[in-house]
């Protein structure tokens, strides 16, 4: 190959590069725009940033779901005070009855929801398995696994019917294996990857997208008493970029910070269990032996 025919190829590749980062760029870009986004969790934390970095900076209509009222005002007001949208929806994942309540009030204000963030969660307060009561485990599964799955399955109906819209789920890089004092926290979050991996296949021929969102260390109210290091710790705020650009680019699976999902969480991923069990338990003993 001659020289010129290298460079002529570099070019071609820069410029081809160039285009398709400018398409998808200009294609996310008004992603939210008008739509109705429905946060589960909005109250706090990582759904409550989303909320106001969503309504505020990227014109979404949201409706804000948790079941803290008073929170909820605030957050509505004060994104309504910067001229954004939102409406304040009570919804208790523990309990199904208020599910269909929510979903008409919700659609009733913002019509039909094109985008459902399923945030909410609760963690086992960096316990281990037998530390934790029955109601404490019970609490997890409801609101993570059940409760999620439900309203889920419920939103997607109506996405069907609609021929379109999105499902973000937010699971965690916890999910990606057992880890000491996360073991149902953990366990909820790799059957939401999974179910969402699930119908993502199922739904390929539909115009419905689903993105499955795995965060690593976000500081928020959820992980103030944990005993363990924090790495690479990141605001809430941060993270409610990083998952809109992930969300506007439609992306499948989307974990961060950068170095936890493709460095340590893959080293982790990829340890076989002769030595990832030992090298843990090593690690972490101190935090529950
Ligand atoms: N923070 C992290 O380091 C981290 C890391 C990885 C993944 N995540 C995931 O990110 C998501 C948000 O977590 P976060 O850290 O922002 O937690 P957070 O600040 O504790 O917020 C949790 C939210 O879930 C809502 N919620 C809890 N139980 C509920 C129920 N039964 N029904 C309806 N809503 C309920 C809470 O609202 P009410 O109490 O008002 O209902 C609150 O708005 C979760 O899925 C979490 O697993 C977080």
Avoid at 55 to 72: D, F, G, I, P
Avoid at 127 to 144: A, G, P, Y
Avoid at 267 to 272: G, K, Q, S
């Amino acid at each position: 190959m001659t020289t010129i025919t290298v460079f002529v190829s570099l070019v071609l590749f820069c410029s081809l590069l160039s285009l398709y980062i400018w398409f998808n760029k200009t294609r996310s870009f008004d992603y939210f725009r008008n739509k109705h986004v429905f946060i589960t969790g909005a109250s706090s934390g990582i759904g409550k940033s989303l909320a106001i970095y969503l309504a505020t900076a990227k014109s979404a209509r949201v409706s804000l779901a948790a079941r803290s009222l008073n929170k909820l005002e605030d957050i509505c007001k004060s994104i309504q005070e910067k001229g954004g949208s939102a409406q304040v929806i009570y919804l208790d994942l523990c309990d199904s009855s208020s599910f269909t309540k929510a979903l008409e009030q919700s659609t009733k204000g913002f019509g039909n929801i094109d985008i459902l963030i399923a945030n909410a969660a609760v963690n086992n307060d960096g316990l281990c398995f037998t530390s934790l009561s029955l109601e404490q485990l019970d609490k997890v599964m409801q609101t993570n696994l059940r409760g999620t799955i439900l309203f889920i399955h419920l939103v997607l109906m109506n996405m069907m019917k609609d021929n379109g819209g999105h499902i973000v789920g937010i699971s965690s890089l916890a999910g990606y294996r057992g880890l000491p004092m996360g073991s149902i926290y953990g366990a909820t979050k790799a059957a939401l990857s999974n179910l969402l991996e699930s119908l993502r296949i199922e739904l390929y021929h539909t115009n419905v997208h689903i993105t499955t969102i795995h965060p690593g260390f976000i500081d928020t109210p959820a992980i103030q008493g944990m005993k363990h290091p924090k790495l690479f710790l990141l605001s809430a705020e941060t993270a409610a970029k990083k998952i809109t650009n992930a969300v506007a680019s439609r992306k499948y699976t989307y974990g961060f910070p950068w170095v936890m999902e493709h460095i340590v969480m893959r080293f982790i991923r990829y340890l076989p269990e002769t030595v990832f069990v030992p090298l843990l338990y090593f690690l972490t003993r101190k935090n529950f032996a």
